[in-house]
């Protein structure tokens, strides 16, 4: 196994585990069920360790697809940077997430607010990793692009031709 399979089995994780914990913070808030919160903490967690690792496997990743036909040096940049603030903003949620966890363990009284900011930031980082997902799927999945970026892509592979 290389580096670049292992981004394209890990990069998932940030994405759905980021929806699923907020799904189920939200669910504990409304239930009033500590369980179902702990849980959606530590799926949070989880979403900002595998978001660390996604990131950092995705330059092998892109040396990895460089050169393939159809994909677009403008998509995997576009999908560096995108990832790269998505990280930025997953990386709070699960520092946030840790701390409500270790609130809950010691039975402190500012486990709600906690946990409120945690789902704050979770939502936020929720959009961002749908984003990264949705940028990162463009770079081999041409179904997901619009006109304008098929024509980008096409143009850059047909440039790309002409140079050889």
Partial sequence: MDW???HIVINHFPIVGSVIGTVLIIAGLVFKNQGVNISGLGTIVFAALTAILA???GDPAEDAVKGIPDVAESLINRH???AT???YLMIPAGLMAAMSL???WKKERSVHFLIIITLILSLISSMAMLYVGRTGGQIRHSEFRNDAEKQNSIGYQNENE???
């Fill in 4 to 6: 670049a399979y292992l």
């Fill in 55 to 57: 990131y950092q496997t």
């Fill in 80 to 82: 560096e940077d995108i």
């Fill in 85 to 87: 603030i998505g990280m």
């Fill in 102 to 104: 270790y609130s809950i």
């Fill in 162 to 164: 002409t140079e050889k």
